[in-house]
Nanobody, 127 residues
Framework: QLQLVESGGGLVQPGGSLRLSCKAS????????IGWFRQAPGKGREGISCINLDPYNTVYADSVKGRFTISRDNAKFTGYLQMNSLKPEDTGVYYC????????????????????WGQGTQVTVSS
């Protein structure tokens, strides 16, 4: 069964850090780009970062640029999102997703482009 499972969420104080993981099972990530989305209470799903097959080919939403870092380890079937300098507005459910990549990014923050999704992990930034 093809599955993505996120982990690493939790409660953190403003200015703190968390590292989210996205573990794939039932398939290899070698041919998939990995994206991270989040959904705050009462808001739509927001694309925040994506990493292509080339690990140096990444994109970030302006809201997280300079604070979040996306990475991947295909040997471990896992993608990561390192989140630093967290703010209360970063609170939400974080989802990872993957799509089969054949080259350059095309609308990496369009949810409909993604083939598989995880179930989400809650991140709460509060003092």
């Amino acid at each position: 069964q093809l599955q993505l499972v996120e982990s690493g969420g939790g409660l953190v104080q403003p200015g703190g850090s968390l590292r989210l993981s996205c573990k794939a099972s039932g398939f290899s990530l070698d041919n998939y780009a990995i994206g991270w989305f989040r959904q705050a209470p009462g808001k739509g799903r927001e694309g925040i970062s994506c990493i292509n097959l080339d690990p140096y080919n990444t994109v970030y939403a302006d809201s997280v640029k300079g604070r979040f870092t996306i990475s991947r380890d295909n040997a471990k079937f896992t993608g990561y999102l390192q989140m630093n300098s967290l703010k209360p507005e970063d609170t939400g459910v974080y989802y990872c997703a993957v799509f089969r990549s054949f080259g350059a990014f095309t609308r990496p923050f369009e949810p409909r482009n993604y083939d598989y999704w995880g179930q989400g992990t809650q991140v709460t930034v509060s003092s």
